[in-house]
């Protein structure tokens, strides 16, 4: 079991336990995840680092119900994914998770507003309550002005600021952000990753990056490799190690 430190997970939002992903190529067998052990709290901001094929966007895909893990237990929000069948997933994935992605995946005929008023229908929100919500979260990131838009007419800075509000649309406890920033250059980047640490502020935010010095502005930092996780590293926001907080390292 990759355990670093001992810890209490009674109250995380996220809690993987040995948790191991494994996949078939041909007749070999690939370890993507080795024995994770982790928990992660119930408001905060952390991200995910290491090298391509470390394990991070397998990581992601567990966490968010995308995929199953090989061996070990996987609870979010109070509910173990792993007795969920599959339309239990879709369930959880609708209401728990909000998922925000590199190629910012918005629906190209749909404007701004629409894309974000979306998971809501899925949902069964009224029409007048979707179009309130979505407005809502659009003109507090500054697009209020661009709600007839389409993502063609926006640019990628905007579109990735219409995906997180779409994220956000059915004000899930968790968002799910697999290298956001991959597609901006470096000032909006950074833009995007104060835009998320604001949300992290009453909700889980994870994010998959390869940006070593923009996950610093995490309120926690994972490192993973072949699959196994290193012990914590404090960040410059917080100052302190983790070892010397509530729980101790693996905890936010």
């Known amino acids: 079991m990759n355990n670093p430190t001992a810890r209490n997970d009674r109250h995380a939002l996220i809690a993987l336990r040995d948790v191991s992903k494994l996949y078939r190529k041909g007749q070999e067998s690939v370890t993507a995840l080795d024995g994770v052990d982790l928990a992660i709290a119930e408001t905060g901001m952390v991200a995910i680092v290491g090298p391509s094929g470390s ?8 966490i968010g119900a995308m995929d199953r893990p090989s061996r070990g237990e996987v609870v979010v929000a109070g509910q173990s994914l792993n007795a ?15 998922f925000v992605f590199q190629s910012f995946n918005l629906i190209p005929n749909l ?26 979260l659009l003109d507090c990131i500054g697009l209020g002005a661009r709600l007839t838009h389409k993502p063609r007419e926006l640019s990628g800075g905007e579109q990735q600021r219409v995906a997180i509000a779409r994220a956000r649309a ?21 833009m995007i990753y104060e835009l998320l640490k604001g949300i992290a502020q009453e909700r889980t935010i994870i994010v998959v990056t ?35 907080q509530a729980g101790g390292a693996n905890h936010v």
């Open 210 to 244: 390869h940006a070593e010095a923009l996950a610093q502005m995490a309120d926690r930092v994972l490192h993973i490799r072949d699959g196994a996780l290193v012990p914590d590293v404090p960040t410059a926001a917080r100052g302190t190690p983790y070892s010397e």
């Open 111 to 136: 404007s701004a507003l629409e894309n974000v008023m979306l998971p809501m229908e899925f949902n069964g929100v009224p029409s007048e309550e979707r179009h309130r919500r979505a407005k809502a």
């Open 170 to 190: 059915n004000n899930p406890p968790l968002i799910l952000a697999d290298e956001p920033t991959g597609n901006l250059d470096s000032k909006t980047g950074q």
């Open 55 to 62: 394990g991070k966007s397998s990581l992601l895909h567990i």
């Open 84 to 98: 969920l069948p599959e339309a239990g997933l879709v369930s959880f994935r609708r209401n728990t998770v909000g």
